[in-house]
Protein backbone atom coordinates (compact mmCIF):
# COMPACT_ATOMS: atom_id res chain seq x y z
CA UNK A 1 0.00 0.00 0.00
CA UNK A 2 1.39 3.43 -0.66
CA UNK A 3 1.22 6.65 1.28
CA UNK A 4 -2.78 7.77 2.21
CA UNK A 5 -3.76 10.40 0.39
CA UNK A 6 -4.57 13.66 2.73
CA UNK A 7 -8.05 14.37 1.44
CA UNK A 8 -9.70 15.03 -1.47
CA UNK A 9 -9.18 18.95 -3.16
CA UNK A 10 -12.59 19.94 -3.24
CA UNK A 11 -13.00 19.22 0.45
CA UNK A 12 -10.07 19.99 1.85
CA UNK A 13 -9.95 23.98 2.20
CA UNK A 14 -13.64 23.17 4.15
CA UNK A 15 -12.88 20.41 6.13
CA UNK A 16 -9.17 21.76 7.81
CA UNK A 17 -10.80 24.71 8.51
CA UNK A 18 -12.78 22.39 10.83
CA UNK A 19 -9.70 21.66 13.23
CA UNK A 20 -8.99 22.97 16.34
CA UNK A 21 -6.38 21.42 17.83
CA UNK A 22 -4.15 19.20 15.11
CA UNK A 23 -0.46 17.26 16.33
CA UNK A 24 0.80 14.77 17.65
CA UNK A 25 1.50 12.71 20.53
CA UNK A 26 1.38 9.67 22.46
CA UNK A 27 -1.74 8.19 23.92
CA UNK A 28 -1.77 6.65 27.39
CA UNK A 29 -4.47 4.40 28.23
CA UNK A 30 -8.14 6.33 28.22
CA UNK A 31 -6.57 10.01 27.17
CA UNK A 32 -8.74 11.31 24.39
CA UNK A 33 -7.08 13.15 21.71
CA UNK A 34 -9.88 16.30 21.25
CA UNK A 35 -10.81 18.07 17.70
CA UNK A 36 -13.00 20.17 17.14
CA UNK A 37 -15.46 17.59 15.83
CA UNK A 38 -14.82 14.90 17.71
CA UNK A 39 -12.39 12.91 19.33
CA UNK A 40 -10.72 9.58 19.85
CA UNK A 41 -9.35 7.77 22.75
CA UNK A 42 -6.74 4.09 22.87
CA UNK A 43 -6.95 1.69 25.75
CA UNK A 44 -4.18 -1.10 25.70
CA UNK A 45 -5.90 -3.52 27.85
CA UNK A 46 -8.20 -4.59 25.40
CA UNK A 47 -7.05 -3.02 22.33
CA UNK A 48 -9.68 -0.61 22.78
CA UNK A 49 -10.66 2.46 20.49
CA UNK A 50 -13.15 4.70 21.08
CA UNK A 51 -14.47 7.43 18.54
CA UNK A 52 -17.12 9.67 19.44
CA UNK A 53 -18.44 12.93 17.08
CA UNK A 54 -18.56 15.80 19.33
CA UNK A 55 -20.33 18.55 16.92
CA UNK A 56 -23.53 18.96 14.48
CA UNK A 57 -21.99 19.09 11.32
CA UNK A 58 -23.01 16.51 9.21
CA UNK A 59 -19.25 15.45 9.24
CA UNK A 60 -17.72 12.01 10.71
CA UNK A 61 -14.72 11.19 12.78
CA UNK A 62 -12.74 8.33 11.67
CA UNK A 63 -9.52 6.42 12.93
CA UNK A 64 -7.10 4.97 10.92
CA UNK A 65 -4.60 2.24 12.54
CA UNK A 66 -1.74 2.12 11.00
CA UNK A 67 1.96 -0.28 11.52
CA UNK A 68 5.03 0.97 10.34
CA UNK A 69 5.67 -0.96 6.89
CA UNK A 70 8.52 -3.43 6.58
CA UNK A 71 11.69 -2.27 4.83
CA UNK A 72 10.24 0.51 3.79
CA UNK A 73 11.24 4.00 5.59
CA UNK A 74 8.22 6.62 5.69
CA UNK A 75 5.31 4.04 4.99
CA UNK A 76 3.04 2.83 7.08
CA UNK A 77 0.24 0.22 6.55
CA UNK A 78 -3.49 0.34 7.47
CA UNK A 79 -4.45 -2.44 9.96
CA UNK A 80 -7.79 -1.26 11.20
CA UNK A 81 -10.48 1.81 11.29
CA UNK A 82 -12.82 3.02 13.30
CA UNK A 83 -15.80 5.38 12.41
CA UNK A 84 -18.85 7.41 13.55
CA UNK A 85 -21.06 10.02 12.57
CA UNK A 86 -23.79 11.78 14.30
CA UNK A 87 -23.79 14.57 16.77
CA UNK A 88 -23.05 12.39 20.29
CA UNK A 89 -22.76 9.39 18.51
CA UNK A 90 -19.78 6.97 19.95
CA UNK A 91 -18.31 3.62 18.86
CA UNK A 92 -15.89 1.29 20.15
CA UNK A 93 -14.32 -1.09 18.34
CA UNK A 94 -12.24 -4.11 19.36
CA UNK A 95 -9.27 -3.82 17.71
CA UNK A 96 -7.12 -7.18 18.75
CA UNK A 97 -3.57 -5.48 18.11
CA UNK A 98 0.05 -7.47 17.86
CA UNK A 99 1.26 -6.66 21.30
CA UNK A 100 3.98 -4.82 21.52
CA UNK A 101 3.98 -2.96 18.49
CA UNK A 102 3.90 0.69 17.47
CA UNK A 103 0.59 1.85 15.94
CA UNK A 104 -0.42 5.30 14.63
CA UNK A 105 -3.84 6.25 14.65
CA UNK A 106 -5.14 8.58 11.93
CA UNK A 107 -7.71 10.95 12.98
CA UNK A 108 -10.09 12.43 9.88
CA UNK A 109 -12.97 14.23 9.80
CA UNK A 110 -14.66 12.82 6.72
CA UNK A 111 -18.15 13.34 4.71
CA UNK A 112 -19.49 11.94 1.35
CA UNK A 113 -17.13 14.19 -0.49
CA UNK A 114 -13.94 14.04 1.40
CA UNK A 115 -12.11 13.60 3.99
CA UNK A 116 -8.68 15.87 6.26
CA UNK A 117 -6.47 14.64 8.53
CA UNK A 118 -6.48 16.09 11.73
CA UNK A 119 -3.62 14.73 13.63
CA UNK A 120 -1.85 11.43 14.37
CA UNK A 121 -1.32 10.20 18.04
CA UNK A 122 1.21 6.94 18.74
CA UNK A 123 0.50 3.68 21.09
CA UNK A 124 1.95 0.83 22.02
CA UNK A 125 -0.56 -2.09 21.97
Not at 32 to 38: E, F, I, L, M, Q
Not at 61 to 89: E, F, H, L, P
Amino acid sequence: MKKRAHGLVAATALITGLALVAGTGTANAGDWHTYRSGKAKFNKKGDILTVKDTRRDHFGIRVYVNQKKKGAKGYWDTVARCQVSGYGKKKVCNLNLREGRKYQFSIYVYNPVGASELGNFYSRA
